[in-house]
């Protein structure tokens, strides 16, 4: 919650309408940042393919709050694997 005081400047003010709230919940981003996870190996293990990763917004925090903080980091890129390649 976010506090503040609330005094009266004179003495008419309980006839001045609802004193305003003290009190108002609030919700904090600044430490909202991206998670990711490790790139995945290459769709295809001999050649131009896709890797992806997982990006999540730390804490469980929808995407919008981690968006405050910064661009979402990508979670898909080209790759080229050799790994199964093989000569005949």
Same mark, same amino acid.
């Given at each position: 919650?976010?506090?503040?005081?609330?005094?009266?400047?004179?003495?008419?003010?309980?006839?001045?309408?609802?004193?305003?709230?003290?009190?108002?919940?609030?919700?904090? #981003?600044?430490?909202?940042?991206?998670?990711?996870? $490790?790139? %995945?190996?290459?769709?295809?293990?001999? &050649? !131009?393919?896709? =890797? #992806?990763?997982?990006?999540?917004?730390?804490?469980? $925090?929808? %995407?919008?709050?981690?968006?405050?903080? &910064? !661009?979402?980091? =990508?979670?898909?890129?080209?790759?080229?694997?050799?790994?199964?390649?093989?000569?005949?």
């Amino acid at each position: 919650f976010r506090k503040r005081t609330v005094t009266c400047e004179g003495s008419d003010c309980p006839n001045a309408g609802l004193k305003p709230q003290t009190e108002e919940p609030c919700y904090e #981003t600044l430490a909202c940042v991206w998670n990711t996870s $490790s790139w %995945d190996v290459c769709s295809n293990s001999c &050649g !131009e393919g896709f =890797t #992806t990763r997982t990006v999540l917004c730390g804490h469980g $925090s929808p %995407d919008s709050d981690c968006i405050q903080r &910064g !661009e979402k980091p =990508t979670a898909s890129k080209a790759c080229h694997a050799t790994f199964g390649c093989r000569w005949q």
